[in-house]
């Protein structure tokens, strides 16, 4: 498998509050882990009138007491973080109204960095609320060429995140296929968790992959790869799977998830999906426990109503209260 990619990557570059008290208080400690939930029926409509009661944490199979529970509309950092790769040269014009149009749905109080990547990573604007700035930077994007995606995606949570304190999150374009970076998925996963991001990715993989595979450099590279190794699989749909498979782990893990729109006009949609859902999403915070094995420590989130599917993190990066 590691031969195909390889092989691919030189042939072929791709381009009102709500809770259940009528008094509620909200305490928070430094070692408290905060948990946004997001929560859908069978149709795919958010759900925000579950209380406290309908929810369990399990930290590594064991319940946690949820300590802080409400339907949060708090402001939110958002990092915007745009790959004008070679493969997206002609799409430039519609991300420009898609980002627009994502930043537009949310209120003054929420703040945006727009940053755009290929090769290399360019802050083109700052944090500020104000959405003429954003128009304005988002005139400077230039496509690229290649993709290094997880680099940056731990550029940004290690430089452009830190320097926020509250909600902080990554929305993320981009084709997937990284063919540039240096970093990897482990150290990119360890510092969203550890920078307590969560990771939103719009991935184009199914507007491209019919492109690709008519190429003729891919399917030439396909057959070879067949003959190689004598098995009779379609290597090109393996390998979209795969970075399909990786972004998918990478943003559920931090709470966020994957949208794979299938054509170019539903990229609008796709954003506003994400703005809505950041702004019903239920804050749920419990205490770890005092000593731990491990860094890095699994939870889940249940929900006693009838649901259709919850969205939540999976990991969280353990310290000592000390």
């Not at 369990?56 to 402001?75: C, K, M, Y």
């Not at 997206?88 to 109080?109: C, H, M, T, Y």
Request: aromatic residues 8%; charged residues 30%.
């Amino acid at each position: 498998m590691r031969r195909l990619l390889v092989l691919l990557l030189l042939f072929f570059p791709l381009f009102p509050l709500a809770q259940d008290d009528p008094s509620p208080t909200f305490r928070v400690r430094s070692n408290f882990i905060k948990v946004p939930v997001t929560v859908m029926d069978e149709r795919g409509k958010l759900i925000n009138n579950l209380t406290r009661d309908d929810f369990r944490v399990l930290d590594e199979g064991s319940q946690r007491p949820i300590e802080n529970f409400l339907l949060t509309e708090a402001p939110v950092n958002v990092a915007l973080l745009l790959d004008v790769s070679g493969s997206l040269e002609d799409e430039i014009d519609e991300i420009k109204v898609a980002a627009l149009r994502f930043v537009s749905a949310f209120g003054p109080q929420d703040n945006f960095a727009l940053i755009s990547f290929a090769e290399t990573v360019e802050v083109l604007q700052g944090w500020t609320n104000r959405r003429k700035k954003i128009k304005k930077a988002l005139k400077k994007l230039e496509p690229g060429l290649r993709t290094a995606l997880w680099d940056a995606l731990l550029e940004t949570t290690r430089e452009t995140i830190k320097m926020v304190s509250g909600r902080r999150v990554i929305i993320v374009l981009t084709d997937g296929l990284d063919n540039q970076s240096l970093s990897n998925y482990e150290e990119t996963i360890h510092s969203l968790l550890e920078n307590d991001v969560s990771l939103y990715i719009v991935s184009r993989t199914r507007i491209i992959k019919p492109q690709v595979a008519k190429s003729n450099r891919v399917e030439f590279l396909n057959e070879v790869m067949k003959k190689v190794l004598e098995e009779d699989q379609d290597y090109v749909e393996i390998y979209f799977e795969e970075k399909e498979t990786a972004m998918q782990h990478l943003a559920e893990a931090t709470g966020g998830r994957v949208l794979f729109p299938t054509r170019l006009v539903e990229l609008r949609s796709s954003y506003a999906q994400v703005a809505r859902e950041l702004k019903n999403q239920y804050l749920l915070t419990f205490e770890p426990p005092h000593q731990s094995d491990r860094r890095f420590r699994q939870i889940e989130v249940e929900c006693r109503a009838d649901v259709g599917r919850i969205f939540h993190r999976r990991q969280y990066a353990w310290t000592s209260p000390e």
